[in-house]
């Protein structure tokens, strides 16, 4: 195995003649979905699974720019038991904060204990994202909302918690599954309403990425709130 490259906080590995990419882990000997650690001169590294990922899948894929920085302030909609959430508290260290909205009191608990008693960065907010004004817990303004919800209304839900909590100039990224939004539309005509949704909403749309093979009929767009 040798370290390959480094690009805005994710590391590409090649492992077994595999290209792989992964996130220094904060909580070094702590897995949060059973993932595998990597040590390397003395650093700690966790694979990060694109098929368990999308915004992993997103990376392979092609993203041309990673938005979060170490010390930013995130707010992830739809964090579910935190694979995800982990890797970008990862690479937000310390000084970073990531607010997690779940609706699933269940699904909470997975992510308390996997991961936000671990990771002191992490502040889980169970709640509706539909409701963002119950966030009591978050305070300031956002630089990154990423949103991955498969609700019908996947699209306004964002558009909503970025108009009230994500700063101008701030980022977007919002996954859409088709299938959640109209079964019978083809998925091409669905991504393209959506995204009409967010240009009429003021999002300068930077990147769109489809998922597949990781995950069908999903695509990530990379926005700019203006």
């Given at each position: 195995?040798?370290?390959?490259?480094?690009?805005?906080?994710?590391?590409?590995?090649?492992?077994?003649?595999?290209?792989?990419?992964?996130?220094?882990?904060?909580?070094?000997?702590?897995?949060?979905?059973?993932?595998?650690?990597?040590?390397?001169?003395?650093?700690?590294?966790?694979?990060?699974?694109?098929?368990?990922?999308?915004?992993?899948?997103?990376?392979?894929?092609?993203?041309?720019?990673?938005?979060?920085?170490?010390?930013?302030?995130?707010?992830?909609?739809?964090?579910?038991?935190?694979?995800?959430?982990?890797?970008?508290?990862?690479?937000?260290?310390?000084?970073?904060?990531?607010?997690?909205?779940?609706?699933?009191?269940?699904?909470?608990?997975?992510?308390l204990d996997k991961c936000v008693k671990y990771r002191k960065n992490m502040i889980p907010?169970?709640?509706?994202?539909?409701?963002?004004?119950?966030?009591?817990?978050?305070?300031?303004?956002?630089?990154?909302?990423?949103?991955?919800?498969?609700?019908?209304?996947?699209?306004?839900?964002?558009?909503?918690?970025?108009?009230?909590?994500?700063?101008?100039?701030?980022?977007?990224?919002?996954?859409?599954?088709?299938?959640?939004?109209?079964?019978?539309?083809?998925?091409?005509?669905?991504?393209?309403?959506?995204?009409?949704?967010?240009?009429?909403?003021?999002?300068?749309?930077?990147?769109?990425?489809?998922?597949?093979?990781?995950?069908?009929?999903?695509?990530?767009?990379?926005?700019?709130?203006?």
């Amino acid at each position: 195995m040798e370290r390959e490259n480094r690009i805005d906080s994710v590391h590409w590995l090649i492992i077994n003649g595999e290209k792989r990419i992964a996130t220094v882990n904060l909580f070094p000997g702590v897995q949060v979905y059973n993932e595998k650690l990597i040590v390397k001169e003395d650093i700690e590294y966790r694979l990060w699974d694109p098929f368990r990922s999308k915004l992993a899948a997103s990376i392979i894929k092609g993203l041309k720019t990673l938005p979060f920085q170490e010390g930013s302030k995130v707010l992830y909609l739809g964090a579910s038991t935190g694979t995800t959430a982990s890797h970008i508290s990862d690479i937000l260290g310390e000084n970073g904060v990531i607010f997690c909205v779940e609706i699933s009191p269940r699904v909470a608990r997975d992510l308390l204990d996997k991961c936000v008693k671990y990771r002191k960065n992490m502040i889980p907010i169970i709640e509706d994202a539909r409701k963002y004004g119950n966030y009591y817990s978050l305070f300031g303004n956002i630089d990154v909302v990423y949103c991955d919800i498969a609700q019908p209304d996947q699209t306004d839900i964002a558009i909503s918690n970025c108009k009230h909590f994500l700063k101008k100039g701030g980022d977007l990224l919002l996954v859409i599954k088709s299938r959640s939004i109209n079964v019978i539309k083809k998925p091409s005509q669905v991504f393209k309403e959506e995204e009409k949704k967010l240009r009429r909403a003021g999002f300068k749309v930077k990147q769109i990425i489809p998922l597949d093979p990781f995950d069908k009929d999903h695509i990530l767009i990379h926005t700019m709130f203006v």
